[in-house]
């Protein structure tokens, strides 16, 4: 160990939340339908499995482009040999196209704004050293992508700073939040570079208002500094209201030739929109030239090989295949989504309402057994251990109320998403219900020693301790 880099024997990597340790559960026990009818099912992986259909399709109609031929002549030496790592022109057009036509042709995206990256986690990182040098921070939105702790903070020695969002307003960006976010900064000594939000947001599924964008772009002209929209979950919005990049929203105010313009950069990535993380495929898109020409050269630290872009460029520009793919994709992930919540419903668990994502925010305060993180933890201990589902807590991602969840639904079946509501509908019907009668029947003896004025005035739930609910 003596040996080794601090780097490599710090423990400031985050694998030991709670997000990655449900995921270490999950792999000693996996669910299979036949093999392991017991284990556990993945319900804590962000992966989108519902349209792989129509990718392998396209494939078997278009075989020229896996096998790596253009007209009918095989490119494969092409291919092999070293490429720039700006990448194939005819990738990066086709990205941009992709791009624009994710957010229905509202904006536009230049090809020679583009820095290609092994996907959206090396494109934050990349962002991350541009901009913010050691002990710099960035504020984040809570809740947030527990692998941002990772992300943006391992190795650029950057910080985090969270913007506290609640419940009250559906856990919406406020201005009071972000001023508060910064002055906490600066209390703390640290120089605030940026902002960083995920649109659509990982993990509440929903899509950021136009407001919140509005206040966002205000206050980092007032402040001078940056702001990151990660946008890998733009072709996942399902229902209305629908998407709104904040590109959009800079062309709309016609902010194009100002310094705010320059100060804003897009994340995006094949991951979530077609269901291809294990091809790492990521994008930074920026309109500061000095950050598009640093980060290009910090981009041959992870390259997207030439076969995968050559392979995706055909497919992309295959604009037929994209709208029909982008339409189908959307309405089987509402068909999943509703199919989630409406079990949800029938356990007694309601949801945050969203539009976009392959995840639900989920409410499952009321099981607590007292409102802490402490509770929080030891439900879910039960639903990965007893119920044996992987579902990311409300700690992990940084809430700051106990008692939410995210849980995922697009990386399974619908026959293994049935099994999963199943388990946890008689996890609350049963042991559950029983541990809510144990407490209402102590609530009971305690109400019987007071007044009667004072007990019905305690019926209502709302003016109960907390370790009464």
Known sequence: MGLLSKKATCNTHGQDSSYFLGWEEYEKNPYDEIKNPDGIIQMGLAENQLSFDLIESWLAKNPDAANFKREGQSIFRELALFQDYHGLPSFKKAMADFMSENRGNRVSFNPN?????????????TLMFCLADRGDAFLLPTPYYPG???????????????IQCTSANGFRITKSALEEAYEQAQKLNLKVKGVLITNPSNPL?????????????????????????????SGTVFTSPGFISVMEVLKDRKLENTDVFDRVHIVYSLSKDLGLPGFRVGVIYSNDDFVVSAATKMSSFGLISSQTQYLLSTLLSDKNFTKNYLEE???????????????????????????????????MRHLLKSNTFEAEIELWK???????????????????????FRVCFANMSEETLKVALDRLKGFVDGPSSTRR???????LKNLRKMKVSNWVFRLSFHDREPEER
Do not use: M
Not at 148 to 162: C, H, M
Not at 213 to 231: G, P, T, V
Not at 437 to 443: A, G, L, M, P, T
């Open 113 to 125: 704004k583009l820095v290609l990256t092994a996907g959206a986690t090396s494109a934050n990182e």
């Open 382 to 404: 039960k639903i990965v251990y007893e119920v044996k589902l992987n579902i990311s807590p409300g700690s992990s991602c940084h809430c700051n109320e106990p008692g939410w």
């Open 148 to 162: 941002f702790d990772r992300d943006l903070k391992w190795r650029t020695g950057a910080e985090i700073v969270p």
């Open 205 to 233: 599924g929903t899509t950021t208002t136009r407001t919140e964008l509005n206040h966002l772009l205000d206050f980092i002209s007032r402040k001078k500094i940056h702001l990151i929209s990660d946008e890998i979950y």
């Open 329 to 363: 994709n959307q309405i089987r992930l509402k068909n999943r989504h509703k199919k989630l919540v409406s079990g949800l419903e029938a356990a007694g668990i309601e949801c945050l309402k969203s539009n976009a994502g392959l995840f639900c925010w989920v409410d």
């Open 437 to 443: 009668s144990q407490i209402e029947h102590q609530r």
